[in-house]
């Protein structure tokens, strides 16, 4: 990684992953994001949509036990331990998934360097105007290079 913070933006798979699954990759990444290992970057369509999977996907709610205090409080520290996205430009790359465009958005409004997403759709990517898009386990080896 350069001298310079990195700008990073996590995808809604990975921030969700990082709530339900303590330990995992995407976990360890929003734990370095918080000890300010590089700059987090987020923005409201990736915040509310992660609330929306969080709270209203009812086979994530079975299948693991927590409280939308909890889901709560996860999305205000992100959110106080990142800097929003300023306003979106209209993207339109992904025509499987056009729901995508909108972390594509994200990721040019914030000029990110990295867009951390586990979506086969983005990941096939791999760079979009000079954002590398990485999955998670990827970016944690270029975390570890970096120590």
Do not use: W
Not at 2 to 19: M, P, Q, Y
Not at 29 to 51: D, H, K, N, Y
Not at 101 to 114: G, M, N, P, Q, T
Not at 118 to 140: M, N, S, T, W
């Amino acid at each position: 990684m350069k001298n310079r913070k990195d700008k990073v933006l996590l995808d809604t798979n990975v921030l969700v992953s990082a709530f339900i699954a303590p330990g995992g990759n995407p976990h360890r990444i929003v734990e370095e994001a918080m000890e300010g290992t590089f700059q987090l970057f987020t923005c409201e369509p990736i915040l509310t949509e992660s609330r929306r999977v969080l709270l209203e996907y009812d086979h994530i709610r079975k299948r693991y036990e927590y409280t939308e205090k909890e889901v709560e409080r996860f999305l205000a520290s992100l959110k106080e331990g990142s800097t929003t996205a300023g306003k979106l430009p209209t993207i339109s790359v992904i025509e499987e998934d056009p729901d995508d465009d909108k972390i594509l958005a994200c990721a040019k409004s914030a000029e990110a360097d990295y867009l951390i997403s586990g979506d086969p759709h983005l990941k096939d990517l791999q760079e979009y105007q000079g954002v590398k898009i990485l999955p998670p386990a990827d970016f944690v080896e270029k975390l570890e290079e970096r120590d």
